[in-house]
């Protein structure tokens, strides 16, 4: 790599990987033009890439879009603009600690803040109760006197705004329902479409809604491109659950797509008529109580009183 100061950095013991799967299956595939040079070029050999549109057609790239390198990149960008933000480093000792230089910086800094200005507006209070039907929960969290505290996002697909905020020390089902209601206020439709990438607490709270529901549940372990949905629907007396495993990404049209899916039927619960505790009237036996032991008979003498409590038909033998 060749840095703006003139320095000329080795990177050993790298294995290229195709950009899109991440996958090391990867061969070959000429040279391409590059600011009057030329550069090797290479294509993803896997089978299942997301990226690969059909047989004939792999992904293709070159060393500087591989997946390694901009990992690399990722990495470094990533320190400097921690440096910046969370550690209050200069811009200049940044720029010089990285061997990069000041207008670099500038701009990284001017492209930085554009995103958080971007997202301090889509996150601005709002003003009304919006149309949105579909939601998606998400939590972060932050290490205070090193104890965890989330964050509960959920957020509208339609208006992209924040509809309900809860900060807790947990992530149970409860602490999800709390965020939840509060974007429930704010929105004139009843939210029928959620999607999460937890599993526990969000799957239990849509089951405890009450009402039709779909969820999409995307997991945080890769492959990312596959989903759960369930399909959570009321009769009076029960309650059907329709799971479907999605194998491949659903958004990709030229691919095959593959799922399975699982039906269940679970009876809502009732509540019990017998009341709890004593009969009214009655006292409690006090605890020093004993039993009454019961005697012990003898087989023939248990055998005699069962045969004298039938018909008078049966005889011993």
């Known amino acids: ?16 990987t195709c950009p899109d799967c991440l996958q090391k299956n990867i061969r070959t595939a000429g040279t391409r033009p590059r600011k009057g040079t030329r550069v090797n070029a290479y294509m993803c050999q896997d089978a299942n890439c997301a990226a690969k549109r059909a047989p004939a057609t792999p992904r ?23 440096s910046m933000y969370l550690d209050g480093a200069k811009a200049k000792n940044v720029a010089r600690f990285h061997e990069v230089s000041d207008a670099f910086m500038s701009y990284l800094r001017k492209e930085v803040d554009a995103v958080i200005d971007r997202g301090l507006q889509q996150d601005a209070l709002i003003e009304a109760p919006t149309d949105d039907t579909a939601v998606s929960i998400d939590e972060t969290f932050f290490v205070i006197a090193g104890e965890n505290v989330y964050a509960i996002i959920v957020r509208g697909y339609k208006t992209r705004k924040v509809l309900g905020v809860n900060v807790s020390t947990t992530r149970a089902e409860l602490e999800m ?25 969000t799957r239990a709270m849509a089951r405890h809604l009450g009402y039709p529901v779909t969820l999409i549940i995307h997991p945080h372990d890769p492959p990312y491109d596959k989903a759960i949905i369930e399909r959570i629907e ?84």
């Open 177 to 201: 329902r709390k965020a939840f209601d509060e974007a429930q206020v704010n929105t004139n439709n009843r939210i029928t479409t959620i999607t999460a990438d937890a599993w526990n607490a």
């Open 60 to 82: 293709q790239f070159t060393l500087q879009t591989s997946g390694s390198i901009r990992a690399l990149i990722d990495a470094e960008l990533e320190t400097m603009i921690e």
């Open 1 to 16: 790599m060749h840095s703006e100061f003139g320095h000329d950095i080795v990177l050993e013991n790298i294995e290229l």
């Open 234 to 317: 009321y009769t009076p007396e029960t309650q059907a659950i329709t799971q479907v495993g999605v194998k491949t990404d659903i958004f990709t049209t030229p691919r095959k797509r593959e799922y399975k899916y699982l039906q269940s039927v679970n009876k809502l619960a009732t509540a019990s008529g017998r009341p709890r505790g004593h009969p009214k009237g009655t006292k409690n036996r006090p605890r020093n109580a004993k039993k009454k032991k019961a005697s012990r008979k003898s087989l023939v003498e248990r055998a005699f009183t069962q045969f004298s409590k039938m018909d008078g038909k049966a005889m011993l033998p």
